[in-house]
Structures are given as structure tokens and as C-alpha cells.
């Protein structure tokens, strides 16, 4: 066993945990944050995703000692401290972007970075980036017309298709 | 997951001093290799993280004008920072997996894992890249040796990567929609005096040079050059996403549309 420190949501966070133990594992059974999903546990389907120093990444193909370190945001980091949602959940809320809401943590840390990095993005460029979060109820359609919506764009185009 | 330790080194020569224990493994991205543990396909004592080592990441130019590419930068970077200087290798890192992956994975990982349907290795053989480790310098045409197989030793790492900038270049992807890696995917390269076609996800043999296109396109860079030629369906994967005759006309197809895309 290894100790293992990091930032997680702003908040110092530390662990005992085995070389093999996934950053998945770390937050959701030692700290107990079980908003981020493991929907596959090989790689594909995004659920895990949160943000490592401001980067998506799967938390289920990483070692938690490789967080060491590290600022880490999950989706309980995402809302304000009040409760108050982000741009991103409210407009997944507002635009029916779930159905049983088991991707959609993963869905929310990917659009989040994705608008960091692109405030305006086409719908084009929302699914492409939106390739490794794979959602089995809501055919996508409703979670782009979110994303589009949380940055401030007309989704009226995406609605009449 | 079988147990192991994980070891996080600063610098490349306390990696390679790592990597000398018996069973020991190098992890970069971990994009493949914590999938391969997790099914018990591995089963190191050890993972030297080389995530840590500053010397081995990041793009430059050499004063000889080729490309220098850390062993260590991610897909994510590649696509970013290669963008203005190599935009056809940009455009490769861009479509491998998925963001995510992206920002984990490494091209010196991919390269020595040299999965038959991985893209990197069609760029670094029609460009006649050099594989530039701790050791030596391979060229990219004696670096790959079947599936999954390289030329690398016990506890060898890929440093950097070099690339020849071609004059125009491109990648087509065809993708197998599920894995999202290339069922097939040509890389295809301009230089003043050749042309290079680099071909992943097709052989049983793993990634090769397509040289009959190459000879075709040094006299005539242009689509219509590659009509009368046929790539022979003997050799080619076959699953089921494609039967091997499927593949090798996707071969010719992918190629051609390479060729129009790099004009
Ligand atoms: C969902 C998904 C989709 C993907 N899609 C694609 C795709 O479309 N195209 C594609 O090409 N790839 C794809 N990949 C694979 C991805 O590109 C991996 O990042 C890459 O194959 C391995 O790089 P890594 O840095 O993650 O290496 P790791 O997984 O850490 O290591 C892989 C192997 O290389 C060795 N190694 C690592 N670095 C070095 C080095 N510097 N020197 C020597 N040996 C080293 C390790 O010991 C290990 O054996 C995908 C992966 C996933 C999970
Ligand atoms: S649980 Fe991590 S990608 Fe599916
Ligand atoms: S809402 Fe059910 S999997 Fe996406």
C-alpha cells in the first residue's frame, strides 16, 4: 500500500491504496464521491470521465497514484457550493439531455471541457467531441441540443430535425 | 489486475534504471496497457510511470528541418502543437480515440505497442520517420516486425520520434465505429523526390508500404494515378467487420482519397 494525496473538488483528499488501485476506485470508494459512473471499466464508454489539472480523462484507465498531486474536479465539483447547476447541467435539465442518467456525469465533465476549450462549438464539433461518451437512452440528440444551449446558441435548427 | 508496484521517475535515466528489475514495465498513457492488465494479459511487478519525465515530451524542430517529437507528448498535444508544422500528423493524433484518450495516450506508447490497426505507425512509415531511444536510432522501415511486435529491447524507451516534414500529407481514417480505430487507414506523404503510403488496420502482417502506389505518385501526385492499381486481397484481416477483399479495396479507396486531400 501507498499513500496518495491530491486536490479533489478544491479540497485536500488523501488515501491509502494498492499500485493497481484505478483514480475511479479512489474517489468512489475511498472518498466516497459516487457521482462518477463506471458504466464499462474498458475504457470505452466515458462514464468515468473527470477532469485531472483541467483535462478530461477516464478515470477507470488511470492509477490513482498517478494522481498524485494532481487538482482533480468529479461531477460533485461541477454545481456551485449552493447547489446552484452549472450552464452545462442546467441546460442537460432543461433540454432533457438524460433519460436514466447513468452516462451523464461523464457526459457533463466531457461538454464542460469541451466549451473550455471551445465556448461556441458547431453542432459537428459537439458529437465529435462527445465520441468517447456513449449514452444508451437518448439517441444524443437531446445532450447536443444541451450542450448547444449551455453556450449560448440557438438550438432551434437541432429541434426541428 | 494482478498486484504491482508503481514507480514515478523524474528523469529518463532513473527510468531505464527502473526498468532493469526483473519484470518491470513501462507505463505511459496507460490508454492500452491498463486495459491489458485489467484482463490479465500482463503481469508486471512493476510500472515506471513515465509520465513525470519533462525530457522526453514536447514538439521542436531540429536545425536540419525534421520534426522532433517527444517519446512521452500525447495524442492531445501532437494535434495542437504539430498543427501549423505537420498538419497531416496533426490530423492523425486528432482522430485517435476520443478526447480523453487523447490526453492520456503517447505516440512512444503507441509506436512500441504497434497494434496492427494503430495509425501512428502508417505516419512513420511513409515518412521514413526515425524511432530515436535511449540506445539507437531505427528507422521506422526495421522498427516494425509483425503484430505487436517492434524492434525494441528488454526495457528499451522511445525518446523521440523525427519526422521529415513532407511538402503535403494526409491521413484518411476509415473507422470501425464500435472500437473507433481504423479498420482501415492510409497515410500518404509528398516529398520533392518520392511519395509515401503507409497502410495500418488492413495486413496480417501488421502495418506496411503500399510500394506500388508510392512509385505512381512520385511521377504524378494525383488520384487518377492509383486507377489501374489493384491491392491483392491475399494476407489481408479478415473478421467481422470486413472480409479481406473488402479491406484491400478500402485500401486503394482510403489511398486516393489521402492523395486528393494533401493536393
Ligand atoms: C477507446 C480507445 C480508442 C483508441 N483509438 C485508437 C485509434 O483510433 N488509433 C490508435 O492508433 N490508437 C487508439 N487507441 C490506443 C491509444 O492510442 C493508446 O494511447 C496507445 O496505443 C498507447 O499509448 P499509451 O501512451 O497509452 O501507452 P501505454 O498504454 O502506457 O503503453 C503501451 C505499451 O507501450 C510501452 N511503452 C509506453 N511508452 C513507451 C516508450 N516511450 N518506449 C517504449 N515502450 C513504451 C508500454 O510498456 C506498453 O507495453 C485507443 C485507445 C482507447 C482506449
Ligand atoms: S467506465 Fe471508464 S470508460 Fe467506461
Ligand atoms: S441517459 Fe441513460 S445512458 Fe445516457
Not at chain 1, 491509502?16 to 474498458?42: K, P, Q, W, Y
Not at chain 1, 467531441?129 to 437518448?138: E, F, H, P, V
Not at chain 2, 501549423?84 to 478526447?99: S, T
Request: aromatic share 6%; with cysteine.
Amino acid at each position: 500500500m501507498a499513500q496518495v494525496s491530491m486536490s479533489v473538488n478544491g479540497q485536500p483528499a488523501e488515501g491509502e491504496v494498492e499500485g493497481r488501485t484505478l483514480l475511479v476506485d479512489f474517489l468512489r470508494n475511498s472518498l466516497e464521491l459516487t457521482g462518477t459512473h463506471v458504466g464499462c471499466d474498458t475504457s470505452q464508454c466515458g462514464a468515468c470521465v473527470v477532469h485531472v489539472n483541467g483535462a478530461a480523462v477516464k478515470a477507470c484507465t488511470m492509477f490513482a497514484l498517478e494522481a498524485e498531486g494532481a487538482e482533480v474536479t468529479t461531477i460533485e465539483g461541477i454545481a456551485a457550493p449552493d447547489g446552484t447547476l452549472s450552464a452545462v447541467q442546467q441546460a442537460f435539465q432543461e433540454h432533457h439531455g438524460l433519460q436514466c442518467g447513468f452516462c451523464t456525469p461523464g457526459m457533463v465533465m466531457s461538454a464542460t471541457a469541451l466549451l473550455k476549450d471551445n465556448p461556441r462549438p458547431t453542432e459537428a464539433e459537439i458529437r465529435e467531441y462527445l465520441q468517447g461518451n456513449i449514452c444508451r437512452c437518448t439517441g444524443y440528440h437531446n445532450i447536443v441540443k444541451a450542450v448547444m444551449a449551455a453556450s449560448g446558441q440557438d438550438v432551434g435548427a437541432i429541434a426541428a430535425e | 489486475m494482478y498486484a504491482f508496484e508503481i514507480e514515478k521517475p523524474t528523469t529518463l535515466a532513473d527510468a531505464l534504471a527502473a526498468l532493469k528489475e526483473e519484470d518491470a514495465q513501462a507505463l505511459a498513457g496507460g490508454q492500452t496497457l491498463i486495459p491489458s492488465l485489467k484482463a490479465r494479459l500482463a503481469m508486471p511487478s512493476k510500472l515506471v510511470s513515465l509520465a513525470g519525465i519533462e525530457e522526453i515530451k514536447g514538439i521542436c524542430t531540429a536545425d536540419d528541418g525534421r520534426l522532433c517529437i517527444g517519446g512521452g507528448t500525447t495524442h492531445g498535444a501532437i494535434a495542437r502543437e504539430a498543427a501549423d508544422r505537420f498538419p497531416g500528423l496533426a490530423g492523425l493524433a486528432a482522430k485517435i480515440g476520443d478526447p480523453a484518450v487523447r490526453n492520456r495516450g503517447t505516440i512512444g506508447g503507441s509506436l512500441a505497442n504497434n497494434d496492427p490497426s494503430a495509425c501512428y505507425p502508417s505516419a512513420a512509415l511513409a515518412c521514413g520517420a526515425t524511432i530515436v531511444t535511449d540506445r539507437r536510432e531505427i528507422a521506422a522501415g526495421e522498427f516494425f516486425l509483425g503484430l505487436f511486435e517492434t524492434a525494441l529491447e528488454e526495457g528499451e524507451l522511445i525518446t523521440e520520434v523525427r519526422f521529415e516534414v513532407p511538402e503535403a500529407s494526409n491521413y484518411q481514417k476509415f473507422e470501425q465505429p464500435a472500437s473507433r480505430f481504423p479498420l482501415v487507414g492510409v497515410f500518404v506523404a509528398r516529398y520533392a523526390d518520392r511519395g509515401g503510403v503507409g497502410v495500418t488496420g488492413a495486413s496480417e502482417g501488421g502495418v506496411f508500404r503500399w510500394n506500388e502506389a508510392e512509385e505512381a505518385l512520385a511521377s504524378n501526385w494525383s488520384a487518377d494515378a492509383l486507377e489501374g492499381l489493384s491491392v491483392p486481397a491475399d494476407g489481408m484481416i479478415e473478421d467481422l467487420h470486413g472480409t479481406p477483399e473488402y479491406r484491400a479495396h478500402l485500401v486503394k479507396v482510403m489511398t486516393q482519397r489521402a492523395v486528393a486531400a494533401a493536393g
